[in-house]
């Protein structure tokens, strides 16, 4: 894996320690959680978060709850600037993570919903997601560029290992009077939905039907008046998207 030597232009925080070879995802997860806020960094930083994911410097590598916390793990790359996203889709892209349709999209950036349909399904390959369901905890990212997330004790920090360096973001789990809105079978489900997982991959996870799990996010997209996996994420973290007012 490429590390960054100092005297390349890419701003990278600083890294608080090396620690051993992490090569497994267990041992990078375990990696994340002691780490985690270990090297605290101000919203200034949070905001490149974002943009060094759509320019392709960041990559996500893994998503995981652990105790009471959402943690998402993002790698550093030795990709260029340029083998990102265009400006264009990079402006389509974040409306679909902050939640917008693509009929809202379309309106907005004038752009044919097909165009939308195409420019997500790019974005998505681009980054090397294989669903929109993957890109779900990208928003924790965009929305941390917009919102500190306080009431969700949000944290950014980073750690090195002989495998490279990584990004940690986390938050404590969504506040247990938005969850009040649904079943304990539900906030499960939600809670899958946030780290990213489909509703076949969930369905495995909970060992139950795929029927009963789409029945299940129908509900919970109801209770939060969201229309899709990305407004629910803002719902759950109490933010709104660009188009959407949050429900009372």
């Given at each position: 894996m490429h590390t960054l030597a100092p005297s390349e232009s890419r701003s990278v925080p600083p890294i608080p320690q090396l620690l051993p070879a992490a090569?497994?995802?267990?041992?990078?997860?375990?990696?994340?959680?002691?780490?985690d806020g270990a090297l605290g960094q101000p919203l200034s930083e949070?905001?490149?978060?974002?943009q060094q994911l759509?320019?392709?410097?960041?990559?996500?590598?893994?998503t995981f709850a652990h105790g009471e916390r959402f943690y998402v793990l993002l790698q550093y790359t030795d990709l260029a600037n340029g083998e990102?996203?265009?400006l264009r889709k990079r402006n389509v892209f974040e409306r679909v993570v902050l939640g917008d349709t693509g009929r809202v999209t379309g309106q907005v950036l004038g752009l044919a919903n097909s165009t939308v349909a195409s420019y997500t399904l790019n974005s998505l390959r681009k980054l090397k997601l294989r669903s929109r369901e993957r890109a779900v905890p990208l928003a924790l990212a965009l929305h941390l560029s917009r919102h500190a997330l306080t009431d969700h004790d949000a944290r950014a920090s980073s750690f090195l290992t002989p495998e490279g360096r990584f990004k940690v973001l986390s938050l404590r789990n969504p506040s247990t009077s938005r969850f009040a809105?649904?079943?304990a079978a539900e906030r499960g489900v939600a809670s899958l939905v946030m780290l990213g997982n489909s509703n076949s991959e969930i369905a495995?996870?909970?060992?139950?039907?795929?029927h009963t799990v789409e029945n299940q996010v129908v509900s919970i997209f109801r209770k939060f008046d969201a229309s899709n996996r990305f407004q629910?994420?803002?719902r759950l973290l109490g933010v709104c998207s660009t188009s959407t007012t949050c429900p009372q």
């Amino acid at each position: 894996m490429h590390t960054l030597a100092p005297s390349e232009s890419r701003s990278v925080p600083p890294i608080p320690q090396l620690l051993p070879a992490a090569g497994t995802l267990p041992e990078l997860r375990l990696a994340t959680v002691d780490n985690d806020g270990a090297l605290g960094q101000p919203l200034s930083e949070h905001e490149s978060i974002w943009q060094q994911l759509v320019r392709r410097e960041l990559t996500l590598r893994s998503t995981f709850a652990h105790g009471e916390r959402f943690y998402v793990l993002l790698q550093y790359t030795d990709l260029a600037n340029g083998e990102g996203l265009t400006l264009r889709k990079r402006n389509v892209f974040e409306r679909v993570v902050l939640g917008d349709t693509g009929r809202v999209t379309g309106q907005v950036l004038g752009l044919a919903n097909s165009t939308v349909a195409s420019y997500t399904l790019n974005s998505l390959r681009k980054l090397k997601l294989r669903s929109r369901e993957r890109a779900v905890p990208l928003a924790l990212a965009l929305h941390l560029s917009r919102h500190a997330l306080t009431d969700h004790d949000a944290r950014a920090s980073s750690f090195l290992t002989p495998e490279g360096r990584f990004k940690v973001l986390s938050l404590r789990n969504p506040s247990t009077s938005r969850f009040a809105l649904l079943t304990a079978a539900e906030r499960g489900v939600a809670s899958l939905v946030m780290l990213g997982n489909s509703n076949s991959e969930i369905a495995i996870n909970r060992n139950t039907s795929l029927h009963t799990v789409e029945n299940q996010v129908v509900s919970i997209f109801r209770k939060f008046d969201a229309s899709n996996r990305f407004q629910l994420m803002s719902r759950l973290l109490g933010v709104c998207s660009t188009s959407t007012t949050c429900p009372q």
